[in-house]
């Protein structure tokens, strides 16, 4: 059997597209496909890292429980890349969380959007 490289993006929920794409704006994603009141697509170069969002004029920053992970190769590219972000101003009730060696081994940061949006970044020691 060969194996077949994959890659999961996350589908995350947005009321406003220009709020959503003007917030991860700062972060260094752009926009790469809109499809009014459906569909954003941002990605972030050199990372390689895209986010996707649906419309849905409901969400509520205070009870949205979307999250998503993203994966680093190492744990100093993600703590290379919260120092790359550490100048974003982030308004409340966004956030960008601190760097943090967690017990499970992996070094992670987090951002929440201003729809509330749980997206964790991080990287994992290599085992040996």
Not at 29 to 58: K, M, N, Q, S
């Amino acid at each position: 059997m060969t194996a077949v490289a994959a890659i999961t993006i996350p589908i995350l929920p947005s009321a406003d597209f220009d709020v959503t794409a003007g917030f991860w704006r700062d972060f260094d994603f752009h926009e790469i496909g809109r499809w009014v009141h459906e569909y954003l697509i941002l990605r972030h170069e050199p990372l390689a890292i895209e986010l996707h969002f649906w419309h849905d004029p409901t969400v509520d920053r205070w009870t949205n429980d979307v999250a998503c992970y993203v994966r680093f190769d190492s744990p100093d590219a993600a703590s290379a890349q919260h120092r790359a972000w550490s100048g974003v101003e982030v308004q409340h009730p966004a956030s960008f969380r601190p760097l943090r060696t967690e017990p499970w081994g992996a070094t992670e940061f987090a951002v929440i959007d201003l729809h509330g949006n749980l997206v964790r970044f991080g990287g994992f020691p290599v085992s040996e």
